[in-house]
C-alpha cells in the first residue's frame, strides 16, 4: 500500500492512562515497530525533562536526523517537553516533525476500530514527513531605512521610535510642513501639546530626514528591499527601504451649504470665530434677546465619535454664554468613545437641546436667517426653527490620495479610502504585503491614544522584520522549475502578498512569500511547487488511505480554519467522526489543486470535504475563492466522469467553530449514505 | 520563599488582553509570567461565538483561537492558571509579587478529560468541578476547592476513585502552592465583568424564562445546538435585542462601546441561520460597528427592525412569548409587541476585583471603576512607572482595540524596561 522512503523514528509519548480512553498503547506501539524502515521509542511524557533528553539521545544516535513522528494525546500539552527538546536539543527540523494527536483514535465503542484509526493517523504522518524536506533558515540582507508616509500622530512617533531604535527614517507627507490634525480637535488652531513636542523632535533628530511636498511615484522590490521613487518638492528622490509604514492624516470633509450665506458656517469656522474674542463678540447681538445656534452632525449619515466630541466642545462654548441658546441636530449620537456619554449628559444638564432626526433637517432662508424644519420623532409632529446661525460639522474621511496609493504599493484596498483590506486577520498593523504596515489614520478615523498604540505596533512589526540589517527568511520555500517557466506571470498577477518579480523567469522573494501556494496552484504549467506540499507528496499521501476505513472521506484544510476547527471538535463531546477521515492540512485553501480532488477519488474516496476560511477571512485574501472556483471545477469534472458531485462538498468556517466543522463532516456523511441507498435500490432493481 | 523567580514582565489576567500582550513581549524578547485567576486561559473573547453569515462580520472572536494555540507553544512564556495575586510589595520600579495557586488537583499530565470526575461529583452544580468550552486548554476540568465537598469538611471523594485507574489524574491532596515573582514591569488584563441584566428588573431577567443575555445567546449559537427558546425549547422567530443594559445610566455613565456592534451581528446571523426570524432591536443611539460602518448599517437596515425606543416592563405571555411596550417613533403612540426570545445587549462593567487589585497594586481606579489611565492619549500607561494597563481593564473595548492595546503595552514595556 505505501513504501517508506527514508527511516522513520516514531515515538509514542505514552502513558498508561491512553488506555483508560480505549486504545491500546502497547498494541499500537507493536504495529509502529511493524512499519517498514522505522524504530520506535515508548517514552513516558511525565518523566522529568532531564530523563527525556537522555533517552532521547540514546535513541536519536544518528549522524543524519532522521523525520520524526511523535504521536500522543494533547501533544502539544502533555509532550510539550519532548516537542521543544526535538526542535531546540535535536535540531530536529519543524518540517521534519510529524505530531499526531491521538484524540481522534479515542472514543470508538469498538476498540479496534479505535486502533485502526490510530494506525491510520500514523501512516498518513509517516506518509508525509517520510517524504518531506526540510526548510532551514536563512539570513537575507535587508535596508535598515524605513519610509514614513503621512503627518499624523501615528506618524510622527513611529519615526520617532524608529529613529530611537536606529533605524534611519524617511519621513515624507503631502504636507509643505508638518501640521497634524488634533483628533477631535479644532482643525484651525495649533495642535495637542504632545503633538507640537513630537513634530518638535522628529524635526531635529539627526536620523530623520524629512520629505515635503511629497509623493510617491513608484515602488519595485519587496520586503526588506524596496526601491522606491519619491517626488520631494521639486526633487526626485530614488531611496531604498526595507520597510514603510503608512499613517497619513485625516481630512475633515469640506461641507456643502444648500445655500451659501454667511450666517450658514462650517464647524471649523465656528471655532475660528469663537477663539478670536472680538469676531465672537459680534456672535452675542445685543439686539437679540437669544441667539439660537442649530449645530447639524452627522449628515452624511454615520458620524464618528470624534466628530460628536468637537461639536460638544463648540456647543459648551456656546453655552457659556447666557444668552445663547445651541441645538444639535443629529442621527444617532456616536458616543462610543471614552468620557463621551458624560459629556453629552454635561452639554444636555447645561442647556443643549437635542433632537435625533432622520432625515436631517432641511436647512432654508427665511428673512435673512437659516430656517430649518424637520419631523420630531418624539412629539411626533413637523417642527420650524428660526435660528441666527447655522453651523455645519464636517465628517473625518480618508486621505484622498490613499485609492492611488494603494493600487501603486499592490494594497488591496480598505474600506472608506482607507488602507488595509477589512479582515480581522491583519489586525492591527498588518497588509498583504509583509514590510508595508499601516497605523493610526492609515486605517480608520481613530483618536490619539490608539493611533499611538497603533505606531508601537508597526515599530514592533518593522524591527521584526529588518532586525539589525538581517531578515531571517525560509529558504528553498517555494521553487520555480526553470525548465517550465514560460514567464505568463500568472504567479506575479495572483499572489496575494505582491511577493513575485520577475527578471528573465519569475522569481519569489523568500522574505515577502507567506507560503500559501496560491501561486503554485495557479501556475498553468505546473512550474512552481511548495516545499512539502508538492503535487506528488500531496497525492502519495492521499494513497494512504486504507480500505477497512469507511466511508473514505478525505477532507483538505486549510491550516487557518478548517484544520483549527477540526481539532477543537476532537476535544468536544461527540459522535466519533466516520472512521474513514482523512485529514489533509494544507498551508491556505488556495494550494487545493483540482488535480488532488479528482485524485482523491481516484484513490478510492467516497467523498471529499473541502474547509476554508470565510470570506473576507483568508490571510491570503482570495485563497478561499480559488478554493471554490476550483472545487465548482471539479464537480463539473466529475459529473462527466459519472461520479456525483454531491460527494465533493465545499464549506467556509471559522477556527473558533467546531459545531460548524462536524455539521459540515455529517452533511457530507449523509450525502454518501443517500447515494449508497439510491445505489443500492438501483442494482436491486436489476437484478 | 527567599528566591522568587525572576522575570522581565508579570501579566495579571489571561485573556484576549493578556494573551496578546504576553505573546508579543515574549517576542520582544522577555521573559514574561501569565497569571490567571480562573483554571483556564482564553478569557471571555474565546467564549464568544464566530458570527460570519456567508461572509465573516470581522468580529474578531476566531484571533482568539490562533492566540490560545501560539500561547501554549510559546516558550518564553511562563503560565500560572488557578493564581491569584495575594500581596504586592517591593522597591518603585521593582515588583514583587505573592501569589496563590489554588491546588492542582487534576494533574495535567495524566488528564485524559474523559470527564467522568465532573459527570459523578455531587457537588458539580455548585461548581466545584468546571469545565471549559475553550478546547485549547488542558485539562479542560478543575477542581475549586471553595466549593467542593472534600475541601470543605473532608466528606467527599468521588472524582479520586472515579478517576480510571490507568489514569490516576487526581490527587485531593494536593496542597495550594504560593509562590514569589519578581519583576520590573506588570500589566494589568484583568478584563471586565458583564453588567448585571438585573440591575434593569423591569426587563425580567431571571423571572422571565425567554429573556436571556447575549452572551447566553453566543453560547447557544456557539454549541451549534441551535436557537431555541430556553423555557420551553419552542423553536425561535420573533427576536428582540435590548440595548443598553448596563451602560449609559445612571449608575454607569459612559457607552460600553460593543453592545450595538454585537446585536447587530448576532441579529444578522440568526437572520442568516433561521431565514423565517423577524429581529428587532430596541436602542438608544446606534453606535458605529466596524471598519466600514456605514456599509455594514445599510446591510443590517435591511435585515432587522431597528426601533429607537427602550421597552418598558417584559411580561410573559400564557404561551411563553415575551410582550413589551414601548413608544414608537414610527406610530407615534406606545405600542405592544411579542417576541419568543428577548436578548439584553449587557454591557462592559468593571471587574469584580478591580477594587482589590488597585488596592494591592497601590494604583487607582476610574470614577466608573475600570483602572485608571495616566492620561487621555496613553490609555496603556497608569500614574505609578512599571505598572501597565491592556484591554477592558482600562476601560470598554472590541475584541480588536484590545489587541491592538495589547500590542502597544507590551511595546511600551519593552521601551520602559530598555530606559530603565
Redesign the interface.
Known amino acids: 500500500m505505501r513504501t517508506i522512503d527514508r527511516e522513520l523514528e516514531i515515538i509514542l509519548a505514552h502513558?498508561?492512562?491512553?488506555?483508560?480512553?480505549g486504545l491500546d498503547y502497547v498494541k499500537l506501539g507493536l504495529w509502529a515497530a511493524g512499519l517498514p524502515g522505522s524504530r520506535i521509542l515508548a517514552l513516558d511524557?511525565?518523566l522529568p525533562p532531564a530523563e527525556l533528553e537522555a533517552r532521547l539521545r540514546a535513541f536519536l544516535h544518528h549522524a543524519e536526523p532522521n523525520p520524526v513522528l511523535l504521536a500522543a494525546?494533547?501533544p502539544?500539552?502533555?509532550a510539550?517537553t519532548i516537542i521543544?527538546l526535538l526542535t531546540?536539543k535535536f535540531d530536529i527540523n519543524p518540517e521534519l516533525l510529524a505530531v499526531v494527536d491521538l484524540q481522534e483514535a479515542?472514543g470508538y465503542q469498538d476498540p479496534r476500530a479505535c486502533s485502526l484509526k490510530a494506525q491510520h493517523l500514523m501512516r498518513l504522518a509517516a506518509s508525509i514527513v517520510t517524504r518531506a524536506l526540510p526548510i532551514s533558515a536563512q539570513e537575507v540582507p535587508v535596508s535598515t531605512q524605513v519610509l514614513v508616509w503621512g503627518e499624523s500622530g501615528a506618524a510622527l512617533k513611529s519615526a520617532l521610535?524608529l529613529a530611537r531604535l536606529d533605524y534611519p527614517v524617511l519621513l515624507a507627507f503631502p504636507g509643505a510642513a508638518l501640521k497634524p490634525l488634533t483628533p477631535g480637535g479644532p482643525p484651525a488652531q495649533p495642535p495637542?501639546e504632545?503633538l507640537m513636542a513630537l513634530v518638535r523632535q522628529v524635526e531635529t533628530h539627526p536620523a530623520i530626514r524629512l520629505s515635503p511636498a511629497a509623493a510617491i511615484l513608484d515602488l519595485q522590490g519587496s520586503a526588506g528591499n524596496f526601491g522606491v521613487r519619491l517626488q520631494s518638492g521639486p526633487l526626485v528622490l530614488e531611496e531604498k527601504v526595507g520597510a514603510l509604514i503608512l499613517a497619513p492624516e485625516l481630512v475633515l470633509e469640506p461641507v456643502a451649504p444648500p445655500v451659501a450665506h454667511p450666517r450658514i458656517i462650517s464647524l471649523t469656522r465656528l471655532e475660528e470665530i469663537l477663539s478670536l474674542p472680538e469676531e465672537a463678540a459680534a456672535l452675542w447681538d445685543p439686539d437679540s434677546p437669544q441667539v439660537q445656534v442649530a449645530l447639524l452632525a452627522g449628515r452624511g449619515?454615520?458620524g464618528?465619535?470624534l466628530a460628536l466630541r468637537r461639536v460638544l466642545s463648540a456647543a459648551g462654548q456656546l453655552l457659556s454664554h447666557e444668552n445663547c441658546q445651541p441645538y444639535l441636530f443629529l442621527q444617532?449620537?456616536?458616543?462610543?468613545?471614552?468620557?463621551?456619554?458624560?459629556a453629552l449628559?454635561e452639554a444636555q444638564a447645561a442647556g443643549l437641546i437635542i433632537f435625533?432626526v432622520n432625515p436631517p433637517p432641511a436647512l432654508s432662508l427665511d428673512q435673512d436667517r437659516p430656517h430649518l424644519t424637520f419631523f420630531d420623532?418624539?412629539m411626533?409632529e413637523d417642527l420650524a426653527l428660526a435660528c441666527d446661525l447655522a453651523v455645519l460639522a464636517e465628517d473625518y474621511r480618508s486621505a484622498p490620495e490613499n485609492a492611488a496609493l494603494a493600487e501603486l504599493l499592490r494594497l488591496y484596498p480598505?474600506?472608506?479610502g482607507?488602507f488595509q483590506s477589512?479582515?480581522?486577520?491583519n489586525?492591527?498593523v498588518i497588509t498583504n504585503r509583509r514590510g508595508i504596515y499601516v497605523a493610526g489614520p492609515g486605517?480608520?478615523v481613530m483618536?490619539?491614544?490608539?493611533a499611538?498604540?497603533?505606531a508601537?505596533?508597526a515599530?514592533?512589526e518593522v524591527q521584526?522584520l529588518l532586525g539589525q540589517g538581517a531578515a531571517t527568511a525560509p529558504k528553498g520555500r517555494a521553487a520555480i522549475d526553470r525548465g517550465r517557466c514560460v514567464l505568463c506571470l500568472t504567479c506575479h498577477r495572483v499572489c496575494p502578498h505582491g511577493a513575485v518579480t520577475w527578471d528573465n523567469r519569475a522569481i519569489i522573494n523568500e522574505l515577502a512569500c507567506q507560503g500559501c501556494g496560491v501561486c503554485a496552484s495557479q501556475c498553468p504549467n505546473e512550474a512552481i511547487q511548495i516545499r512539502n506540499f508538492t503535487d506528488d507528496q500531496v497525492v502519495t499521501a492521499l494513497s494512504t488511505i486504507d480500505p477497512r476505513l469507511t466511508p473514505r472521506i478525505i477532507a483538505f484544510m486549510c491550516k487557518?480554519?478548517g484544520w483549527?476547527a477540526y481539532?477543537?471538535a476532537?476535544?468536544?463531546?461527540h459522535a466519533p467522526l466516520p472512521l474513514g477521515f482523512t485529514p489533509m492540512r494544507m498551508p491556505c485553501a488556495g494550494k487545493i489543486d483540482i488535480d488532488y480532488l479528482l485524485q482523491a477519488f481516484a484513490l478510492g474516496a467516497d467523498g471529499v470535504l473541502v474547509l476554508s476560511?470565510?470570506?473576507?477571512?483568508c490571510k491570503s485574501q482570495l485563497g478561499n475563492e480559488h478554493a471554490l472556483w476550483r472545487v465548482e471545477r471539479a464537480r463539473g469534472l466529475l459529473s462527466e466522469a459519472g461520479v456525483d458531485p454531491q460527494r465533493l462538498l465545499f464549506k467556509?468556517?471559522?477556527?473558533?467553530?467546531?459545531?460548524?466543522f462536524?455539521?459540515a463532516v455529517t452533511q457530507l456523511t449523509e450525502n454518501l449514505e443517500t447515494l449508497q441507498a439510491a445505489c443500492a435500490v438501483a442494482s436491486g432493481a436489476v437484478t | 520563599m527567599n528566591n522568587p523567580e525572576k522575570y522581565s514582565a508579570v501579566v495579571l489576567g489571561g485573556g484576549i488582553a493578556g494573551i496578546s500582550a504576553a505573546l508579543?513581549m515574549a517576542?520582544?524578547g522577555l521573559t514574561v509570567a501569565l497569571v490567571e485567576k480562573t483554571p483556564f486561559f482564553g478569557g471571555r473573547a474565546?467564549r464568544l461565538?464566530?458570527k460570519?453569515t456567508?461572509?465573516?462580520q470581522?468580529?474578531?472572536?476566531?484571533?482568539?483561537?490562533?492566540r490560545l494555540?501560539a500561547l501554549?507553544?510559546e516558550?518564553g512564556i511562563t503560565l500560572f492558571p488557578h493564581t491569584e495575586l495575594t500581596q504586592c510589595s517591593g522597591d518603585p520600579g521593582l515588583f514583587r509579587l505573592t501569589l496563590k495557586q489554588q491546588p492542582q488537583v487534576i494533574d495535567?499530565?495524566?488528564?485524559?478529560?474523559?470527564?467522568l470526575c465532573a459527570e459523578e461529583c455531587p457537588a458539580f452544580s455548585q461548581g466545584a468541578i468546571i469545565t471549559t468550552?475553550i478546547?485549547?486548554n488542558?485539562p479542560?476540568y478543575a477542581v475549586v476547592p471553595a466549593h467542593c465537598l472534600y475541601f470543605k469538611d473532608g466528606s467527599c471523594q468521588v472524582c479520586q476513585r472515579i478517576c480510571?485507574?490507568?489514569?490516576?489524574?487526581v490527587d485531593l491532596a494536593r496542597p495550594e502552592q504560593t509562590m514569589e515573582l519578581e519583576a520590573a514591569a506588570v500589566v494589568v488584563a484583568t478584563g471586565y465583568q458583564p453588567a448585571d441584566p438585573k440591575t434593569r428588573p423591569h426587563y425580567g431577567y431571571g423571572r422571565i424564562p425567554n429573556v436571556i443575555t447575549g452572551f447566553e445567546l453566543e453560547e447557544m449559537l456557539?454549541?451549534?445546538?441551535g436557537v431555541r427558546r430556553p423555557g420551553d425549547a419552542a423553536p425561535v422567530r420573533r427576536v428582540a435585542f435590548i440595548q443598553c443594559v448596563g451602560s449609559?445610566d445612571q449608575d454607569r455613565?459612559?457607552?460600553s462601546?460593543v453592545c450595538?456592534a454585537y446585536t447587530l451581528r448576532l441579529g444578522r446571523l440568526l437572520q442568516h441561520r433561521l431565514p423565517e426570524a423577524e429581529v428587532s432591536t430596541f436602542y438608544?443611539?446606534?453606535?458605529?460597528v466596524?471598519?466600514?460602518?456605514?456599509?455594514f448599517?445599510d446591510q443590517a437596515r435591511r435585515e432587522i427592525r431597528e426601533l429607537?425606543a427602550l421597552p418598558g416592563e417584559l411580561h410573559r405571555n400564557p404561551d411563553g412569548a415575551v410582550s413589551l411596550r414601548y413608544l414608537s417613533?414610527e406610530a407615534?403612540?406606545a405600542e405592544s409587541a411579542a417576541f419568543d426570545l428577548v436578548v439584553l445587549a449587557v454591557g462592559i462593567g468593571p471587574g469584580a476585583d478591580n477594587r482589590e487589585l488597585a488596592a494591592l497594586l497601590q494604583t487607582d481606579l476610574s470614577t466608573a471603576g475600570f483602572f485608571q489611565a495616566a492620561d487621555?492619549?496613553?490609555?496603556?500607561l497608569t500614574s505609578q512607572p512599571g505598572l501597565f494597563l491592556a484591554g477592558t481593564a482600562e476601560?470598554p473595548k472590541d475584541?480588536?482595540?484590545c489587541?491592538?492595546?495589547a500590542?502597544?503595552t507590551?511595546?511600551?514595556v519593552s521601551?520602559y524596561l530598555r530606559e530603565k
Do not use: W
Open positions: 502513558s498508561t492512562e491512553l488506555t483508560a480512553s511524557p511525565k494525546l494533547d502539544y500539552h502533555r510539550r521543544r531546540e479515542l521610535d495637542d504632545e449619515g454615520d464618528h465619535p444617532d449620537a456616536k458616543v462610543a468613545a471614552p468620557g463621551l456619554e458624560t449628559e435625533k420623532p418624539v411626533h480598505g474600506p472608506l482607507f477589512d479582515n480581522v486577520r489586525l492591527p486605517r480608520a483618536d490619539l491614544d490608539q499611538f498604540g497603533e508601537d505596533a515599530v514592533t521584526g487557518n480554519s483549527e481539532h477543537a476532537l476535544h468536544l463531546e476560511c470565510h470570506p473576507d477571512n467556509t468556517l471559522a477556527p473558533n467553530s467546531p459545531g460548524d462536524l455539521a | 508579543e517576542r520582544l474565546a461565538c464566530c460570519a456567508d461572509v465573516c470581522q468580529c474578531g472572536a476566531c484571533l482568539a483561537a490562533d494555540k501554549f507553544q516558550p495535567p499530565n495524566r488528564c485524559v478529560n474523559c470527564g468550552a478546547t485549547q488542558h479542560r480510571p485507574p490507568t489514569a490516576r489524574a456557539r454549541n451549534g445546538r449609559r455613565p459612559y457607552c462601546q450595538c438608544m443611539d446606534l453606535q458605529n466596524g471598519r466600514n460602518s456605514p456599509g448599517h429607537r417613533e407615534g403612540r487621555p492619549k496613553h490609555r496603556n476601560g475584541i480588536a482595540g489587541i491592538a492595546q500590542l502597544a507590551a511595546r511600551q521601551n
